[in-house]
Every structure is written in structure tokens, then in C-alpha cells.
């Protein structure tokens, strides 16, 4: 048996799995008797062990989805492979499946790949937008797919859920924040219930950030990572997603002009609304921040944050700054 540091097990006693468990990944996957672990990373949905065997370092991505689910998120990323879309496929285990199970964990297995994490380079952000436009166009009539249990996309069900728990937490927040909370709620869904016909559908990616794309030292896309939370909506909701992190975040502004001029022109009617479907994203996370683990400082965060940019990206000016990012 191996022996491992108490850094170590400290990692693998986070997630209930011990030495025994990444020893039957490697048998499972015949990628070589196992040698260490080099780190850990978690993101949204999963978590990710790097480790190294006699015959080089993988990463084990640790799932709580459904097998189905992850099957079919499997032919998403086989199609986008198939057209030249940078993914990076899981292995086949030794009975010619794309996962095994341990425990309660579905998990995923890829050779580890040397590449260039995001450096605010002009020209990264540009492969970034021209690598989501070809995803969005070769799975925009692709449907064989259902939606996450959980996401980061504004449906109508979880800012619905949660608005309903920051009224339970009326004892613990003030009067002024959930009428504020709600009428920010009712207002941006009311303008994008008007709005939103006649969009473009595709599967979309979900969570497209600077920390799910490897790149290459000559600043283009190598690997898209991180399809956990992709389903079939407008897919006006990634490109919203990425501007509403770039201009929150002052450091980042300057990257969204570059980002859409990779991504090419919007549609006529995806114009006209992106100052609201931008304005969702924030009211995502001022509405859910009351189903976090400590609601009541994630809410006051959320609100000192997003309120002032939904304002912001609402008015004249942001409206402004939007048609000279995408002119």
C-alpha cells in the first residue's frame, strides 16, 4: 500500500474517498500504477484531482451527475471534437465506457494537458468569443439534451426559489433589501418576458469564464472545459454571462470589445436585449445569494455589488457602452 502525507489525505477525507479509491481509477482506466497527487481544484459543479501514475498525470473529475445526463453531455462534446471545436475527451474505462463509478461519484477521466491559463491578453479573449460562436453554431439544432439540477442560468424556477427563501429570512434581513431584492426581480422579468421572442437558440455552455478555456502561448483556445451545465437556451445567455463579468469588473472592461469582435455580430433582436439579459445574470445572484450557506452576508455582498451595475447597465450609458462594444 502507498503511503501518502497528511496533505494528502486531508484532500481525499474532504470528499469521502481515500488511496484504495484513485488506485481503482487507474486499474479501471489502465493508465499505470499510481505514483502521487499533485493538487486538487474544485469549480461550480465538480471536483478535479490531478495525479500522477508511472505513466504520466491525469485529471479525475468527480461528478454528482446522472448517468444519462453525463452521457449525453459525452455526445455534445464528441460532436464539438468532431468539428474542430478544442475539447478535450475522457478516456474509455476497460469495459469501453467514458466514466466509472465510485461511491456516489461518476467520474471522469483525461490525460493532463500542458497549457497557458488566461493572461488578459486581447488576443486570448479574441480565440475565446470565435471559439464559443462555432460551438453555438454547430449545436444550434442539437436538442438531445435535458437541463442540470442545478446552473447558473436565470430561469424563472430558482429566482423564484430564491426570492421565496429571502422572505424566510425576514428576521434576518431588513424590509428595504427584499423590496428592493423583489422589485429588481419583478422589473428585469418583466422586461425580459417582453423581449425575449424570437431569439437563437443553441446548447450553451453555461459558465463560459476565463478559468474554463486552456489556451496556447500564441494566445488561442486549446481546451473548452467544464460542460456540466450545458442545455439548450438562448444562446444569448453565454455571450451576456461573459460581458457581465468583464464589466463588473473594472480590471476586465477593456476585454469585452476584443471578446465580441471574436464572436462576431448579434442578431437584431439580441441587441435590442442585451442590456436586460445582462441585468439577469446579476439578479441570478442577488436572488440566489438567500440559498447560500450564509444568506445574510452573501445577500448584503450581492446587493452592495450588482445593484449599482444593473442600474448602470439599464441606462443610456450602459446602453451606450454596449453599442460601442459590439459595433
Not at 488576443?123 to 439540477?149: A, C, F, N, W
Not at 426570492?163 to 422589485?183: A, G, M, P, V
Not at 419583478?186 to 459558465?207: A, C, F, K, V
Not at 472592461?253 to 469582435?261: D, N, Q, Y
Amino acid at each position: 500500500m502507498i503511503e501518502i502525507g497528511q496533505h494528502v489525505k486531508m484532500i481525499l477525507d474532504n470528499y469521502s474517498l481515500d488511496i484504495e479509491d484513485v488506485e481503482y481509477i487507474c486499474e479501471q482506466f489502465s493508465i499505470g500504477k499510481f505514483k502521487c497527487i499533485n493538487k486538487h481544484f474544485e469549480n461550480t459543479a465538480n471536483v478535479n484531482i490531478l495525479f500522477e501514475t508511472v505513466n504520466g498525470k491525469f485529471v479525475a473529475k468527480f461528478l454528482h451527475t446522472e448517468i444519462e445526463r453525463y452521457k449525453s453531455i459525452y455526445k455534445i462534446m464528441k460532436i464539438l471534437h468532431i468539428n474542430n471545436v478544442p475539447v478535450l475527451l475522457p478516456l474509455q474505462n476497460n469495459k469501453g465506457e467514458h466514466y466509472t463509478n465510485i461511491k456516489n461519484y461518476t467520474v471522469q477521466l483525461t490525460p493532463f494537458m500542458e497549457a497557458c491559463k488566461f493572461s488578459f491578453e486581447d488576443r486570448q479573449v479574441v480565440s475565446s468569443g470565435m471559439t464559443l460562436k462555432k460551438m453555438h453554431t454547430v449545436l444550434k439544432d442539437y436538442d438531445e439534451i435535458t437541463d442540470p439540477i442545478g446552473s447558473i442560468y436565470p430561469s424563472r424556477k430558482i429566482l423564484g426559489e430564491g426570492l421565496t427563501r429571502l422572505k424566510e429570512l425576514e428576521d434576518s434581513i431588513s424590509l428595504e433589501q427584499f423590496i428592493l431584492t423583489s422589485s429588481l426581480h419583478d422589473e428585469i422579468t418583466r422586461m425580459w418576458s417582453n423581449q425575449n421572442n424570437e431569439l437563437p437558440y443553441s446548447i450553451i455552455h453555461g459558465d463560459w469564464n476565463e478559468r474554463n478555456q486552456l489556451f496556447t502561448q500564441q494566445g488561442k483556445v486549446c481546451s473548452v472545459l467544464d460542460f456540466d451545465f450545458v442545455q439548450r437556451k438562448e444562446r444569448l445567455f453565454d455571450v451576456a454571462y461573459v460581458l457581465w463579468n468583464f464589466l463588473l469588473h473594472r480590471d476586465f472592461r477593456h476585454l469585452s470589445k476584443p471578446f465580441m469582435r471574436g464572436y462576431g455580430p448579434l442578431t437584431e433582436q439580441e441587441r435590442n436585449i442585451l442590456q436586460v439579459a445582462i441585468a439577469r445574470v446579476s439578479c441570478f445572484f442577488i436572488c440566489t445569494a438567500s440559498l447560500s450557506t450564509n444568506p445574510v452576508v452573501q445577500i448584503n455582498r450581492q446587493l452592495e455589488q450588482q445593484v449599482p451595475f444593473i442600474k448602470y447597465i439599464l441606462s443610456k450609458d450602459g446602453e451606450k457602452e454596449l453599442n460601442e462594444i459590439c459595433c
